[in-house]
Each structure stands twice: as C-alpha cells, then as structure tokens.
C-alpha cells in the first residue's frame, strides 16, 4: 500500500498561493491516481482535484477551476497542487489520497490511502 505525506500548507493573505506537494512511497507511484481533497471545520470532505494515473487526466471542483492545477513527477513521486488567487472560503485542511483506479475521481469512497493532511488558511 502506498504511504502518503503532505507538505506546503501554511497561512496565506486572500490573493497569493501556495503549493501543496503529495509525496508517495511503498509502491509503484506511476500505477496510482491522485485525489486532493479537503475539510474545513463542522464540513464534509470536498473533492478538489484528481490526476489519473493512465493518462493524465485531470478534473477540478468548480468552486477551484481557473484557480488551482494539479500535476505529477512520477520520476520524484510526487504530486503537486498550485493553488493560485487563494479565497478565504479555500480554508481548509488538505488531504491528497490515492488509488490504483483507472481514472480521475472526486469522490473521497474511491481512495483507500490518505496522507495526514496539511492545513492551508486563508486570512481576509
């Protein structure tokens, strides 16, 4: 099962960015899609964004598109998610997860390994 850890959240004015990377180890890192989700206090966990791991294929949240990219390396195992014009409401704790699904998901079910997420706030 692959091991999953966060890094890159912090605190951030509304307007700038962050990136968030996703570091994976403990298997094939290529054979894995990659979700970012997250969950702000009192909420449910949200899809943000996906990368599928056969073909590259991404999806979005409609509340980030136009905002936030995700990308991987799948040479350093990683994945990335650059998060740009950063709103308030985008508080939250990031989790990203992953799945040796064929696809791209937003639904957090669909994931069977979770990193232990990495706190982004977003100050007015």
């Known amino acids: 099962q692959v091991q999953l850890v966060e890094s890159g959240g912090g605190l951030v004015q509304a307007g700038g960015s962050l990136r968030l990377s996703c570091a994976a180890s403990?298997?094939?890192?290529?054979?894995?899609?990659i979700g970012w989700f997250r969950q702000a206090p009192g909420k449910e966990h949200e899809g943000v964004s996906c990368?599928?791991?056969?073909?590259?294929?991404?999806d979005y949240a409609d509340s980030v598109k136009g905002r936030f990219t995700i990308s991987r390396d799948n040479a350093k195992n990683t994945v990335y998610l650059q998060m740009n014009s950063l709103k308030p409401e985008d508080t939250a704790v990031y989790y990203c997860?992953?799945?040796?699904?064929?696809?791209?998901?937003?639904?957090?079910?669909?994931?069977?390994?979770w990193g232990q997420g990495a706190q982004v706030t977003v100050s007015s």
């Open positions: 403990g298997a094939t890192f290529d054979l894995y899609s």
């Open positions: 990368i599928s791991s056969s073909d590259g294929s991404t």
């Open positions: 997860a992953a799945d040796p699904i064929i696809g791209c998901s937003l639904v957090a079910r669909d994931f069977g390994s």
